[in-house]
């Protein structure tokens, strides 16, 4: 998807892929909920679905996104408050946008909420224990989790590996 959206898309593609902030939340996002010193974005309870401030954690990757990203300005100069901008502008909606990249990259059926559903499934793959996973993405329920939790072949063939390590170091114990 990256490949065939336009440059102002990429960031809040991978914004959602990396941390699981919906839509909203992304394109809603200011500065001033932007702690780079601290690694955190800050969301106020106005700012999410669920009415709950929360902070999520600015890795790597994601302080690369945003500081890469344009300091956006007004007609008088000022810094821009949102992140997410388009020649100067707050990106208002994505809809039809991520529509044709979708067409164009193959997924017709994706939906921008399934970035939401593959960032779940990264924190778990990671090791990062389901109710922290929670903490960041916003979930206040555990079949939420699972919902938007992914097991797949690659997941079974990996736990099935864990369990020929373990019975191979207990078999070197007995």
């Given amino acids: 998807m990256l490949d065939v959206s336009p440059e102002y898309l990429r960031p809040v593609l991978r914004c959602a892929d990396y941390t699981g902030l919906r839509l909203a939340e992304i394109l809603g996002l200011t500065w001033e909920r932007v702690d780079l010193k601290a690694g955190f974005i800050r969301l106020r309870g106005t700012n999410t ?3 709950e401030a929360r902070n999520i954690p600015i890795g790597r990757e994601l302080r690369e996104i945003l500081q890469g ?9 000022r810094r821009l408050a949102h992140v997410f901008t388009r020649r100067g ?10 529509s ?3 067409q164009e990259a193959g997924p017709t059926e ?14 778990r793959r990671v090791g990062v224990d389901a109710l922290t996973a929670m903490k960041i993405t916003g979930d206040k ?4 989790f ?4 992914t ?3 690659d997941d079974l063939i990996v736990a099935q590996r864990q369990m020929d390590t373990y019975r191979d170091t207990r078999q070197v114990r007995r």
């Fill in 110 to 123: 994706a939906v921008f909420h399934d970035l939401r559903h593959r960032a779940t499934t990264n924190l």
């Fill in 49 to 51: 679905k669920t009415k």
């Fill in 151 to 153: 097991i797949d072949e």
């Fill in 100 to 102: 044709r990249v979708c």
């Fill in 141 to 144: 329920a555990m079949a939420v």
């Fill in 89 to 98: 502008q707050q990106i208002k909606s994505i809809r039809e946008v991520f």
């Fill in 146 to 149: 699972r919902r938007y939790n």
């Fill in 69 to 77: 990203l344009p300091i956006g300005l007004d007609a008088q100069g």
